[in-house]
């Protein structure tokens, strides 16, 4: 698509998360055609119980944001509290614990738009530190993207999973 859209963003609810469920879907999707199988698996996060409880979980808790085209979510922020598996903050902080966008919409900027939206919400909080982790593995990308959206990186991590493959992150900051 490209170029600039219009992108409102919404506070999500309850009823949102078939719409985080078809977002995750279609960008597992695309990774999968990219050959980019290590960050979210090959399967549907819609046909995975614990990412259908999950969505679930990030709909109701009060931190989902919804990026929208006329009436159709085409992004989502989850914003809230640091995960058990990197290191805590050492000063209060916004934590993002979702970025997702429709692939359709690839370089139309709705991605950094959420993340400004976290950033306004961090300093209406009177919060100076965005915290984001991303999957570190393949050739880095989504690293360097979150460098471009203004974060440092910070803690590399790995997090292992029974039954599969470790699962290579990089935690990074923004100061704001």
């Known amino acids: 698509m490209g170029g600039m859209v219009d992108v409102m963003v919404r506070a999500g609810g309850p ?50 944001w919804l990026a929208q085209v006329g009436e159709q979510p085409v992004g989502a922020l989850v914003v809230g509290s ?15 614990n979702l970025l997702v966008t429709d692939r359709a919409y690839t370089g139309a900027g709705i991605g950094g738009r959420l993340l400004a939206h976290a950033a306004d919400l961090a300093r209406e909080r009177g919060v100076e530190l965005l915290r984001v982790d991303c999957y570190a593995g393949d050739d880095g990308a989504l690293v360097r993207w979150y460098e471009r959206q203004g974060f440092t990186r910070t803690t590399g991590f790995t997090v292992e999973r029974p039954g599969r493959p470790p699962w290579p992150g990089q935690l990074l900051t923004r100061r704001l």
């Open 15 to 64: 009823g949102d998360a078939q719409a985080v469920l078809r977002l995750l879907d279609g960008a597992t999707a695309w990774l999968v055609e990219q050959g980019r199988t290590g960050q979210w698996g090959t399967e549907p996060a819609s046909a995975d119980p614990r990412r259908v409880a999950q969505a679930d979980g990030w709909a109701k808790g009060g931190g989902l």
């Open 82 to 96: 640091a995960y058990d598996y990197v290191p805590p903050a050492t000063e209060p902080e916004l934590y993002v």
